[in-house]
């Protein structure tokens, strides 16, 4: 906030000897320094170069640096001025004051006095450019993450309404549509960010391993009790907690789960003693959970406790709008990993892309660009996105929803552990899961690895 490089000072002096040496010495802080010899000439410096402040000796001819800085608050109002004179007389100071001159500078002037009155004045200066620095970059962060489609901007206005808050968030949406890299942009948003963001897939368990994983294991088994597993709640207190696929959990894991958000403690496995646990839940679903309520199958009470928001992400078809700019993205952080320049999408190739109907959403279409760049560099060929999408199974948009989940996510898994040649670690990658839950996904769908 105090980087005096980033500002224009105009210094107006009649002594030219003093005005050299003054200048020369703010010129080692100050990004632009002008000079004019009395009032008359500053104001027409000020006219045709825009000063972000001016500091004015008193005594000069032609116009004295009272009546610039009448000059200059009916002409330039809110333009600061700095005051340096040798005079001491209230009428001086008192006039200054009626003018509201930013500050007064004695003479014979002290380069460090005069430099941190000047800092002081620039402070609310640079503070409004920094605000209206972050404002832009926040709007250009914002359409490159959300894409500028109407759908996603509701979306990025919910979340930014809610991302600071201690609300639960829903966030629900087709397979691949985006929505753990979402829960990941609220939980850097929020103030927990510097707590661990936990997730859970609660999908990729079976009961017995996901209550370990959550509430730990008992002592025994060679574990002694000081070395007690108190599962992933310990670390996440305070933080926040990804809850993916809760639609899976069984009725025991509801019910205990809906305890520890509601009493904010939990009792680690094989433990006698509650500890804290405040967590804000994200939960993340493919599944319509208000149908699981009725069903039967998920608490309404636990609904009511994660769904604070309830955010629905568009499928990418229904979006094309954002293919574009989140094409670019994504091929620029592939070639990022594979450590090559960043290549061209033509618009024939870009064409391909909108036309197709995307059922596995973003993560397909991160990895068809993944793919293409194995095959080309330079340029995004318009043959390399035919061969790519007629080899990905086509789903026209009508047809989505009798998908089944399991038989998508199992081709997903496959065709990343291809691409990959077989890497496991750079196939995770690619789906944007972590290794473990990756083999997990191989040895549930027996895919060979």
Not at 193 to 214: G, I, M, N, T
Not at 307 to 335: F, M
């Amino acid at each position: 906030m105090s980087d005096l490089k980033q500002i224009t000072v105009l210094y107006v002096e009649d002594e030219p000897l003093l005005q050299k040496y003054v200048a020369l010495s703010l010129s080692l802080h100050v990004g632009t320094v002008l000079t004019a010899p009395d009032g008359f000439e500053a104001l027409e410096m000020v006219r045709r170069r825009r000063p972000d402040l001016v500091v004015t000796d008193i005594h000069m001819p032609r116009m004295d640096g009272l009546e610039l800085a009448a000059a200059l608050g009916e002409e330039f109002p809110g333009l600061p001025v700095v005051i340096c004179t040798a005079f001491t007389e209230t009428a001086y100071l008192l006039r200054a004051i009626d003018l509201g001159v930013a500050a007064y500078v004695p003479k014979p002037i002290d380069n460090a006095q005069l430099l941190a009155a000047i800092r002081r004045t620039a402070h609310p200066i640079l503070q409004q450019r920094e605000l209206e620095r972050l404002k832009k970059e926040s709007a250009n962060s914002r359409s490159v993450i959300f894409g500028s489609s109407p759908a996603m901007q509701q979306v990025a206005e919910q979340l930014l309404r809610t991302a600071d808050s201690d609300f639960s968030i829903l966030l629900q949406g087709e397979p691949g549509c985006g929505k753990s890299t979402l829960a990941a942009l609220i939980h850097g948003m929020s103030r927990r960010s510097k707590r661990p963001l936990v997730s859970v897939d609660a999908q990729a368990r079976d009961p017995e391993q996901l209550a370990a994983e959550l509430f730990g294991l008992p002592p025994g088994r060679g574990r002694p009790s000081a070395n007690r597993d108190a599962g992933l709640l310990a670390p996440a207190n305070g933080a926040t907690l990804l809850l993916e696929a809760p639609e899976t959990l069984p009725p025991s894991l509801q019910a205990r789960l809906l305890r520890v958000i509601e009493e904010r403690r939990y009792t680690p496995a094989g433990s006698i003693d509650s500890i804290p646990c405040d967590l804000r839940i994200l939960a993340a679903t493919s599944a319509d959970l208000t149908a699981e309520v009725r069903a039967g199958r998920f608490r309404a009470d636990l609904l009511l406790q994660i769904s604070d928001t309830v955010v629905s992400i568009p499928p990418l078809r229904s979006r094309v709008e954002d293919i574009g700019q989140l094409a670019a993205k994504l091929l620029s952080e592939a070639a990022r990993d594979l450590e090559i320049a960043s290549p061209e999408l033509p618009p024939e190739s870009l064409a391909l892309l909108c036309a197709h109907p995307w059922p596995g959403n973003c993560r397909q279409l991160r990895q068809v660009l993944r793919r293409s760049l194995l095959v080309n560099t330079g340029k995004i060929a318009p043959s390399t996105v035919k061969q790519l999408l007629g080899a990905a199974p086509v789903f026209a948009p009508s047809s989505a929803p009798k998908l089944n989940l399991a038989e998508l996510e199992r081709w997903a898994v496959g065709e990343a552990l291809a691409a990959c040649g077989g890497k496991k670690m750079e196939a995770a990658r690619m789906l944007g899961i972590s290794y473990n839950t990756f083999k997990d996904k191989l040895s549930r769908y027996a895919i060979a690895n």
